[in-house]
C-alpha cells in the first residue's frame, strides 16, 4: 500500500463548479499537509499547507484535513479554466528542518471546461 | 522575495554521457536544497537534500550525484547516464526551519537516447 493515494483523474467539470480534490494516506504521524498545483511541463507551485487538524481557507481554496479519517481535501470555489493543472497533495511526518521528507501522491488532473 | 533557477531547460543525451544539472536560488540565506525526479504517473521522488555547503544526504542509490558548492547553488551530476535517467528534474528549497514548505524550480526535463 501506497503511503498516499491519490485519484489521477481526469477530472472534467464545467466553469464555475466547484471543484473537490483528495488525498488518503496511511502514516498516522504526518503533521503537515501541502497542495500543489502544477501546470503542464513546469514546476510544481505551492498552493498551501496545513498543519495537523482543520481547515484553512486562501480565496477560492480550501484545505482541510481529517486525520481521524487520515483523509485531506482541496475545495475550488468558482473554478476558472485557468485552474486546468495537475493537483498533488504532499505529506511530512516531521517538524522543521531539512529532514521534512515529503510524501507526494501522483496528482490528480483538472480540466476546468469553460 | 526568492527566485529559483534550473537550467538547462531541457536536455538530450545520449546513454553513457556524463550529466550536470544547475540548480541556483536567490533572494535567501542557508537554505535548504533538494532534487527530485518525478516520471510520469509516479509522483515526485526525492534524490538528494543539502542542508548546507558541503553537506549532502542521499535518499535513493543510483548512478546520479549531488554537490553544493556554494550556499544558494545545488547540483545533479552523473558519470555515465542510463535510459532509465530520463525524467523530469525538479530542484526546490525551503528555509532552514520550515522544511515542509517546498518551493519548487521550474525544471529540467531529461532525455536519454
Known amino acids: 500500500q501506497k503511503e498516499v493515494e491519490q485519484d489521477p483523474g481526469p477530472l472534467s467539470v464545467p466553469e464555475g463548479a466547484i471543484v473537490s480534490l483528495n488525498c488518503t494516506y496511511s502514516n498516522s504521524a504526518f503533521q503537515y499537509f501541502m497542495w500543489y498545483r502544477q501546470y503542464s511541463r513546469k514546476g510544481p507551485e505551492l498552493l498551501m499547507y496545513?498543519?495537523?487538524?482543520g481547515n484553512k481557507e486562501d480565496g477560492r481554496f480550501t484545505a482541510q484535513v481529517d486525520k481521524s479519517s487520515k483523509y485531506i481535501s482541496l475545495f475550488i470555489r468558482d473554478s476558472q479554466p485557468s485552474d486546468s493543472a495537475t493537483y498533488l497533495c504532499a505529506m511530512s511526518a516531521k517538524n522543521g528542518g531539512a529532514t521534512n521528507k515529503l510524501i507526494f501522491g501522483t496528482g490528480t488532473l483538472l480540466a476546468v471546461q469553460p | 522575495s526568492q527566485t529559483i533557477h534550473q537550467w538547462p531547460a531541457t536536455l538530450v543525451q545520449p546513454v553513457g554521457s556524463p550529466l550536470s544539472l544547475e540548480c541556483t536560488v536567490e533572494?535567501?540565506?542557508?537554505?535548504?536544497l533538494y532534487w527530485y525526479r518525478q516520471a510520469a504517473g509516479r509522483g515526485l521522488q526525492l534524490l538528494f537534500y543539502s542542508v548546507g555547503i558541503g553537506q549532502i544526504s542521499s535518499e535513493v542509490p543510483q548512478n546520479l550525484s549531488a554537490s553544493r558548492p556554494q550556499d544558494r547553488q545545488f547540483i545533479l551530476s552523473s558519470k555515465k547516464l542510463l535510459l532509465s535517467d530520463s525524467g523530469f528534474y525538479l530542484c526546490?528549497?525551503?528555509?532552514?526551519?520550515?522544511?515542509?514548505?517546498?518551493?519548487f524550480g521550474p525544471g529540467t526535463r531529461l532525455t536519454v537516447t
Open positions: 526546490a528549497w525551503s528555509f532552514r526551519d520550515r522544511g515542509h514548505e517546498q518551493y
Open positions: 496545513t498543519y495537523s487538524s
Open positions: 533572494g535567501t540565506s542557508n537554505p535548504n
